[in-house]
């Protein structure tokens, strides 16, 4: 394949189902658009770091922080499990989350 137009469609293709669902097209109503622009009460600031990794010591400052003999939600993983598990579970868990941010997809069942 050589044709500059069938390498740009398959370019795009690819990129847009690569995080393994097709993208979906969505209009938004005119009476929401106002909800989506920037809002001068709210510094930008706040937004700065938000797609910033997680730092091990972030995420053991907030695990050390959770609440205990509370009921697990749908996932069945207690607060008491992740605060026990291992130090490769932590890893693994932030690598996981970190994954999340840099390709914005999260599973539904979360």
């Known amino acids: 394949m050589t044709d500059p137009s069938d390498i740009k469609r ?3 293709n690819h990129f847009q189902s690569s995080a393994g669902i097709p993208p979906v097209n969505i209009t938004i109503p005119v009476t929401w ?3 989506f622009n920037p809002k001068d009460y709210i510094n930008a600031v706040v937004y700065t770091d938000l797609m910033n990794n997680i730092a091990e010591l972030e995420f053991s400052q907030i695990i050390s922080n959770l609440l205990t003999n509370k009921a ?3 996932s069945t993983v207690s607060y008491e499990s992740v605060k026990h598990a291992g130090p490769l579970f932590h890893v693994i ?3 996981l989350l970190n994954a999340c941010l840099h390709t914005t997809f999260i ?3 979360w």
């Open 93 to 95: 868990i932030i690598k």
């Open 72 to 74: 697990s939600g749908p």
């Open 107 to 109: 599973s539904n069942s």
């Open 33 to 35: 658009f106002d909800e």
């Open 10 to 12: 398959i370019a795009i």
